[in-house]
């Protein structure tokens, strides 16, 4: 019980650290304790959060995927062109990206897995070329006027107060069950562990690390078109340049959340969590309205310092409890 | 020092305008796109400094260039239940769902400098911006009243190619002299709207129309190019101002400068007080139920020598451009 308390603590601390800044944004704005802002929260960061989750897989594996805000835009393009330009029907042309993600993501896993390249060179690459194709196919900012994204934009449970879950929101909290369920409790999500843990020692105890880098990236792919559809129901449009630096946001949120860079921990949920209070901090600077933005960043990047600084203490104590003698402990 | 000087400030314009102060207890809030450039700078100072005249509680986002940025900043306003959302969009497009959401919730939203696509002219009250084709215009105005019947060669220096604000004020210059036979554009080419583009083609203007002596005026589609224009021009030994007239936009405080000394002749204003306006037509919208044009467009207004420029530049230069 307490060792298993013990693991989850940097997710604990991330969700105190949450749980703080409500209550002190509460504290100082009325109008912030409501269901609306809870649900704001949802809806306005879901794409960063379907991200993210994909980035946890990749960051536990031990690697790093910096393509995925330019997957992003690159989805919302091709989906406003696809779906005003070309007439493919909405629910096609969601199908058509997701598999050329899927397709892009695999091409990245292999190239890291066959030709032992370091993730974040190869992702590097696949970042500019899929915002280097999306400015290929668009400059301008398309509006998608389908009635498909109507419907969908409108479509709300709707709560007392105007407080609303969006379709967005909906997807995104489905993503993060998912992938719970995946990373927690089935096989692949333990090749995941292992291979963030030691590469050939994954190899050494017969599981196949080629399948799984592979898959990894093509997951971390496909979240990320799921995210530039979401995007692109988020904004009725599609742009070439939306999205620029998410890729960037997502690793903080994961890294807050209280997954190891090194690889080997880390939970979906601690993401979520991570990702929400950058959705905090925003939000407060809006009900504030006199603070310069980019305090945003200032503070994102403090709590990154700040939860590093953390892991490496917990990681430190561990390994010192472990080596005291077992008659020390009754 | 300056928090105080701007405590004391506030607490002065406060007791100043409490007397009439309708508008005392409305909170607005503003989605700005950025601070990409010294107008949006100058923009944001001068609609904090309208808010505080009207005693308004004005909240400002600063959305980095990033429309998902604005949206959350929007919803984030609804949330908190302002009385009015001013707009900055970023994009044409996307807005309709962010803005029903505040349609629904009863808050009028005002767009400033920028119009968003037509689907949504009923999801806000009203857009203020300026029309850059009148600003042209008056450009174009302006030196054929100020050449009177004699014969003038133009070169121009446009905006970025394909820039709407660019093919307008180009429309617009042309449209203004479209009257006058004498006066003629006879090179026109792009300076990107920067002062290094700018300097660059006015000296290929000035070899390929003999020394300069051809030219009889610039036109430039903002100042930053004219101001690279004029040096150039100085470089050449030739005088701007008195041998070549200009004209340009934007009426950025530098521009002041180099006609306080006599080295620029006009220059037409597209204002930063956007927000200013857009206060009014709210408050007169909440109290009196005054439902304003779709279209609010600002005052182009000219500024020549004649009108102190030294003066202008002590008021402008700390606007933030």
């Known amino acids: ?330 | 020092m300056n928090f105080r000087a701007l405590l004391l400030a506030s607490a002065v314009s406060g007791a100043l305008f409490s007397v009439g102060a309708q508008a005392a207890d409305m909170t607005i809030g503003f989605s700005q796109i950025g601070s990409e450039s010294g107008w949006r700078a100058a923009e944001t100072t001068v609609s904090k400094a309208e808010a505080k005249k009207r005693n308004i509680n004005f909240k400002i986002a600063d959305a980095q260039q990033k429309q998902e940025n604005q949206i959350k900043a929007i919803r984030a306003f609804v949330a908190q239940g302002v009385d009015a959302i001013f707009l900055a969009p970023v994009v044409a497009t996307g807005w309709d769902s962010v803005l029903k959401e505040a349609k629904e919730a009863k808050i009028p939203v005002v767009l400033l400098d920028r119009d968003i696509d037509p689907s949504g002219k009923d999801l806000y009250l009203t857009a203020v911006t300026s029309d850059s084709v009148h600003e042209g215009k008056v450009a174009g105005e302006w030196l054929v009243k100020t050449v009177a019947g004699k014969p003038c060669n133009v070169v121009e220096l446009q905006g970025t190619v394909g820039a709407s604000v660019a093919t307008n004020r180009k429309k617009g210059f042309e449209d203004g002299i479209a009257g006058a036979s004498n006066v003629k554009i006879v090179r026109s080419q792009t300076g990107d709207f920067t002062r290094a583009k700018g300097k660059e083609v006015m000296e290929s203007f000035i070899k390929a129309e003999g020394g300069g002596k051809n030219i009889c005026a610039v036109y430039a589609h903002n100042d930053d190019m004219m101001v690279g224009a004029i040096q150039a021009m100085k470089e050449a030994g030739l005088k701007p101002g008195t041998e070549i007239l200009t004209v340009s936009i934007d009426a950025v405080p530098d521009i002041f400068k180099a006609m306080a000394a006599g080295e620029a002749n006009a220059t037409v204003e597209l204002t930063p007080n956007m927000a200013g306006p857009a206060f009014d037509a709210v408050i007169a919208f909440k109290e009196k139920g005054t439902v304003p044009p779709k279209w609010i467009q600002t005052e182009s207004k000219l500024y020549t020598q004649a009108d102190n420029p030294m003066a202008v530049y002590e008021s402008k230069k700390d606007l933030g451009y």
Request: aromatic fraction near 10%; charged fraction near 10%.
């Open chain 1, 1 to 330: 019980m307490i060792r298993s308390l013990g693991r989850l603590t940097p997710v604990l601390a991330t969700a105190a650290v949450f749980l703080a800044g409500f209550v002190v944004c509460s504290l100082i704005y009325p109008n912030f304790a409501s269901l609306r802002v809870v649900m704001n929260l949802l809806t306005d960061n879901a794409f960063l959060v379907i991200v993210a989750v994909g980035m946890t897989f990749v960051i536990i594996s031990g690697g790093i995927d910096l393509s995925v805000g330019s997957v992003i835009g690159f989805t919302t393009v091709f989906l406003a062109l696809a779906i005003e330009r070309w007439g493919i029907p909405p629910l096609a042309a969601f199908v058509l990206i997701l598999v050329l993600c899927a397709l892009f993501g695999a091409c990245m896993g292999a190239i890291i897995q066959y030709f032992e390249l370091p993730a974040f060179i190869v992702t590097l690459a696949g970042m500019f070329l899929a915002r280097g194709a999306s400015f290929l196919l668009s400059t301008e900012s398309l509006p998608i006027t389908a009635d498909l994204y109507a419907h969908l934009s409108d479509h709300a449970l709707r709560f007392e107060g105007g407080a609303r879950l969006t379709v967005p929101a909906m997807i995104m909290i489905a993503v993060v069950l998912a992938g719970m369920v995946l990373l927690h409790l089935t096989r692949f999500g333990a090749n995941v562990y292992a291979l963030g843990g030691s590469r050939t020692a994954t190899g050494l105890m017969g599981i196949n690390v080629a399948r799984t880098t592979v898959l990894i990236y093509t997951l971390s792919s496909v979240l990320a078109g799921l995210a530039g559809i979401v995007f692109s129901l988020y904004t009725s449009s599609g742009y070439s340049l939306s999205a620029v630096g998410v890729e960037l946001d997502a690793i903080a949120a994961v890294v807050i959340g209280g997954t190891l860079l090194s690889g080997g921990y880390g939970f979906i949920f601690g993401s979520f969590l991570g990702v929400m209070i950058q959705g905090l901090i925003q939000t407060y600077i809006s009900f504030d309205g006199m603070l310069s933005s980019w305090w945003a960043k200032i503070a994102t990047g403090l709590l990154l310092f700040a939860f590093i600084a953390f892991q490496q203490l917990t990681l430190h104590l561990a390994r010192r409890s472990r080596r005291a003698p077992a008659g020390a402990h009754p």
